[in-house]
């Protein structure tokens, strides 16, 4: 059963998401992947493949997202990079649900939370009034 939303909340969430910048999105999208990826992973762990598959879908769905926000055009071996890694997630995440492993839960949240923490660093900076050509879009 699913728990009740607090309209106060959703209503936060959404504005959050409407007031938001590229980067923040793009930080959300990671923060949204990461939640689900740590929900199957407890799922998992509780032998519970309802919510695992559930769980494991919506990350998916996430890093898709991620992946179709890739410019490949201006981005060149940078967005090639990153969607190389995106690759690897949803490759990972898929065959975590096909096979009930953990470990590939693990390795792609550590990836990821590595790329938000890169992202997130980029938008402190820009915050800060840094310009794109001083920050680097990987620590």
């Known amino acids: 059963m699913r728990p009740k939303v607090n309209p106060y ?11 938001a910048s590229p980067l923040q999105l793009v930080i959300l999208l990671y923060d949204g992947a990461l939640r689900f990826l ?22 998916q769905s996430i890093v898709s997202e991620l992946s179709a926000g890739v410019d490949q055009q201006q981005g060149g071996e ?15 995440i898929v065959e975590a649900n096909l096979g009930d492993k953990l470990e590939n839960v693990e390795r792609c949240i550590a990836v ?3 790329l938000r923490e890169s992202w997130s660093e980029l938008e ?9 050509e001083d920050l680097p879009l990987a620590s």
């Open 9 to 19: 909340v959703e209503s936060y969430r959404q504005n959050a998401v409407l007031t």
């Open 38 to 59: 740590y929900a199957a992973k407890e799922a998992m762990q509780r032998k519970d493949l309802y919510e695992q598959n559930a769980n494991l879908q919506k990350a």
């Open 78 to 92: 940078l967005a090639e990079n990153l969607l190389g890694l995106y690759t690897y997630c949803y490759n990972e």
């Open 112 to 114: 990821l939370s590595q």
């Open 124 to 132: 402190s900076k820009q915050r800060q009034g840094q310009t794109s």
